[in-house]
Nanobody, 126 residues
Framework: QVQLVESGGGLVQTGGSLRLACTVSGRTFSSYAVPWFRQAPGKERECVAT????????YYEDSVKGRFTISRDNAKNTVYLQMNSLTPEDTAVYYC???????????????????WGQGTQVTVSS
């Protein structure tokens, strides 16, 4: 059983920053890709960023490149998403997910991931 818990969401002004964290249960954290997705009302869930097991390779959705940074601390079973220069278009529920690295690689496709957290709300005011 793999369980994921997101934290760090909240309300910020345009231009502000937040750091999200995803903690993952179990003893096989380093075997999983742990991407971040987001979903706004009426919109499709989209992958924001993901990272390789070692942390040496990353993927970012075009709209967040240069603003968001994904990282992982395998010793703490945690993946982080540092979000800077936030805009109202970043408002969404942010979810972390997990899937076996051997299966998912850096895929941004949501159907590739089996395990999901409960989500954390990020609201950026104008």
């Amino acid at each position: 059983q793999v369980q994921l818990v997101e934290s760090g969401g909240g309300l910020v002004q345009t231009g502000g920053s937040l750091r999200l964290a995803c903690t993952v249960s179990g003893r096989t954290f380093s075997s999983y890709a742990v991407p971040w997705f987001r979903q706004a009302p009426g919109k499709e869930r989209e992958c924001v960023a993901t990272i390789s097991v070692s942390g040496s390779s990353t993927y970012y959705e075009d709209s967040v490149k240069g603003r968001f940074t994904i990282s992982r601390d395998n010793a703490k079973n945690t993946v982080y998403l540092q979000m800077n220069s936030l805009t109202p278009e970043d408002t969404a529920v942010y979810y972390c997910a997990a899937g076996l690295w051997a299966r998912t690689g850096l895929s941004p496709q949501k159907d590739e991931y089996v395990y999901w957290g409960q989500g954390t709300q990020v609201t950026v005011s104008s």
